[in-house]
């Protein structure tokens, strides 16, 4: 960069201190713009040599672009390697076909710049004058005319002539490729560390990432491989040093696979020059072609009874796809409620090797490979039995997903066998045929007298919990099924409870999964039906209380019971209220006289899992229950499909709207709004099995419903 003379000559000094000054247009644009391209060849890539003298200073950060004509092709590529200066360069980005070059030191106005452009640019296909456009962050543009000639003057690109040798020409196969041999320009030869790049006919040929073992530069193995887009960049190695020509090699495990089917080239860029190869062809069939069927992956289950517990191995090959160390490997099971609250990395290993992370996300499981893992494309997953995966709970048959860097694969179905763990119930359409239900008949037991206890009450602390069941309907089964409890919003429940921090009749459990508010135990020893049970869960498991003084209501269910079994309202920051006195277990309304049953109303009936309209019936997710002595909860499910109102819901709230009128609740609270007001609720809206469980009464009492109570069937009926 030339520093131009900014000394006055004395005498022009002297005069202007006599002249008085008047308003001079400040410079609108550099000044002195020459370009010139060491290639004018149409078609052709070339370096552009650009020089000018500025007419306002710039500072460090500030810009020069430099944008070429609509016929130009500018590769996004460019970099500050691609560009020779004589200033400082703090970073170059591309935009379309204007290159934005950020300078790294201050240039004073006046000074000359030059630089050179030495890749990326091709010229227009077609002879003629084109504009290339210079300015800088304090300069409008200037534009400067290169004419463009019908062929090359240099010769500095060469159209088919080399050839390009694949391993398979089938569509879709990974293979090897062989492109050569490649003569240079004359005066030109290959110098280590500088760069080849090799331009693909589409990106997805390419996989991410390519090994350097992988290619081979006249017989060397290259130095340094990138992939970007539907471009290979390769380091020449020492080994390829002042050669005055290439061949390059790149083996099946590359991971480079063939187009669709048709006649392509690829193109060689080095040293400004590009060289075109000869047409090659890409036929149909092959056996990349037919990937549902070749990619499909057979899964290993150690036990493939219904809601078991198991171990999940497979092996799977993604083609160009490789996984990288610290990449993931994602795993779709058929459902989240595979899937344990926590996971653990050492359950999960990669060809063998224990992978660095394991986290969960819905049915998603991602696996981290370790650092050092030897990137493949063939990868054995092994998920082990202690990794508390357990199948689903309904027989049938099931297909797992693994993706690696977008491409996913699916795995041949596998069989479930047995009946649910947890089947929803079948209810007859007909009811002079009831069908057989498959769950236990629940035994009868009082939970009126269960307690629930808070160690500590204090704001913002954590606290141990005592539940006190008194008997259990049905009987659970050591490590597989469990009791839940939920927590109301307000309280903060840790991501990972340690078994050893909870105990189920004196017995630690033998695994806790927390799912939001949830906390889901699974006793180390079976539970007999009409059994107490006694959970004790220490302050050590880190459950925070709320920091508002209130009552809250925990609810605790089971895995195997269709309901509530009980909810308690425990203080915070007060006294706890008192525990209700003993009650039925199952409260119906006081007998009415038989009464007629309009016919648009929708009936129910408590604890069964589906309501009937209009002499059909319909199944629920969660049957209805009874809550605290008194108030009927339906899932937020039946007043979508029974009264037909407009009803969203999801793990955190409900709103249910009829004509203007909204009512929106959050899930594990007492509060709801109709409209702008808040109104209490007679108990908390929790979620089970995934479904928002809601006072009926509140919803119909202030939507114009009627309620009734036909006790010949013994159902709740609503209407309008």
Excluded: C
């Amino acid at each position: 960069m030339k520093k131009t003379n900014k000394a006055l000559p004395l005498v022009l000094a002297s005069a202007l201190a006599a002249t008085p000054f008047v308003a001079v247009p400040h410079a609108q644009a550099i000044s002195s713009l020459e370009i010139s391209a060491d290639d004018d060849g149409a078609g052709e890539d070339s370096k552009y040599d650009i020089e000018f003298r500025l007419d306002k200073a710039l500072e460090s950060g500030d810009y020069i672009y430099v944008e070429f004509d609509s016929d130009y092709t500018v590769s996004k590529s460019i970099g500050s390697s691609d560009i020779k200066a004589d200033f400082d360069i703090k970073s170059v980005k591309v935009s379309g076909r204007e290159i934005q070059i950020r300078i790294d030191e201050d240039l004073d106005k006046g000074d000359d710049v030059s630089f050179t452009i030495k890749d990326g640019i091709t010229n227009p296909d077609d002879k003629g004058s084109y504009s290339v456009d210079v300015k800088t962050t304090n300069e409008n543009v200037k534009s400067k005319k290169v004419t463009i000639k019908g062929s090359s003057s240099s010769s500095s690109s060469s159209k088919g002539d080399y050839s390009v040798t694949l391993g398979s020409k089938a569509s879709g196969d990974t293979t090897s490729i062989k492109l050569g041999e490649i003569s240079l320009k004359k005066s030109v030869k290959l110098e280590t560390n500088e760069t080849i790049t090799v331009i693909f006919p589409s990106s997805s040929m390419l996989p991410s990432k390519i090994d350097s073992d992988d290619v081979k530069v006249n017989g060397s193995v290259a130095k340094e491989v990138k992939v970007k887009s539907d471009e290979v960049t390769i380091k020449v190695p020492s080994g390829a040093n002042k050669d005055s020509y290439i061949n390059l090699e790149f083996t099946k495990s590359a991971g480079i696979e063939n187009p669709k089917t048709g006649d392509y080239t690829i193109k060689v860029k080095y040293d400004g020059s590009t060289y075109e190869s000869k047409k090659f062809e890409v036929t149909k069939s092959g056996s990349g072609s037919s990937s549902t069927s070749s990619d499909a992956f057979t899964v290993s289950l150690s036990d493939p009874s219904a809601g078991a517990r198991s171990s999940y191995t497979f092996d799977a090959d993604f083609g160009n796809k490789k996984l990288m160390s610290d990449e993931d490997l994602i795993l779709e099971f058929p459902s989240a409620d595979m899937i344990p609250g926590i996971l653990t990395y050492s359950d999960f290993t990669l060809n063998g090797k224990t992978a660095k992370r394991a986290s969960a996300s819905g049915n998603k499981v991602y696996i981290t490979a370790p650092s050092g893992f030897s990137s493949s494309s063939e990868v054995k997953v092994v998920v082990s039995f202690g990794a508390w995966i357990s199948n689903p709970k309904t027989a049938g048959t099931y297909t797992l997903k693994a993706s690696i860097e977008g491409k996913t694969l699916e795995s041949k179905s596998f069989t479930i066998n047995g009946s649910a763990v947890n089947p929803t119930p079948t209810n007859p359409t007909n009811p002079t045929n009831p069908t057989t239900p498959t769950t236990p008949t629940p035994n009868v037991v009082n939970n009126s007298t269960a307690t629930i206890a808070l160690t500590s009450n204090a704001l913002g602390k954590p606290t141990g919990v005592n539940i006190a069941i008194k008997g259990m309907g049905i009987g659970l089964v050591k490590q597989r099924d469990f009791v839940e409890l939920v927590f109301p919003a307000g309280y903060k429940v840790p991501a990972y409870i340690a078994p050893a921090n909870v105990s189920v009749n004196g017995v630690g459990a033998n695994y806790v999964a927390v799912r939001g508010q949830n906390v889901l135990i699974y006793p180390a020893q079976d539970i007999p039906a009409a059994t107490a049970a006694n959970i004790t869960i220490t302050a050590a498991a880190n459950i925070v209380n709320p920091t508002v003084k209130n009552a809250y209501s925990i609810s605790v269910f089971t895995s195997e019971e269709k309901g509530l079994l009980f909810a308690r309202a425990v203080g915070v920051g007060m006294p706890s209220p008192a525990q209700p006195a003993p009650q039925p277990t199952t409260p119906t309304p006081a007998p009415q006289p038989s009464v007629t049953v309009p016919t648009n109303a929708a009936l129910f009936k408590v604890n069964t899992a589906n309501f009937t309209l209009h002499g059909k019936t319909y199944p629920l997710q969660v049957a209805p229950y009874i809550a605290g002595g008194n108030t009927t909860m339906v899932p937020a499910q039946f007043f979508k499909e029974a009264l037909a109102l407009t009803t969203q819901w999801n793990n955190q709230s409900v709103a249910i709207i009829s004509g203007t009128k909204a009512i929106k609740f959050t899930v594990g609270s007492n509060k709801a709004k109709i409209g702008n007001q808040e109104v209490t609720l007679p108990t908390a809206v929790v979620l089970n099995n995934g479904m928002p469980m809601i006072p009926v009464r509140f919803v119909t009492d202030n939507l114009g419903y009627q309620v009734g109570w036909d006790a010949k069937t013994s159902s709740v009926f609503v209407y309008k």
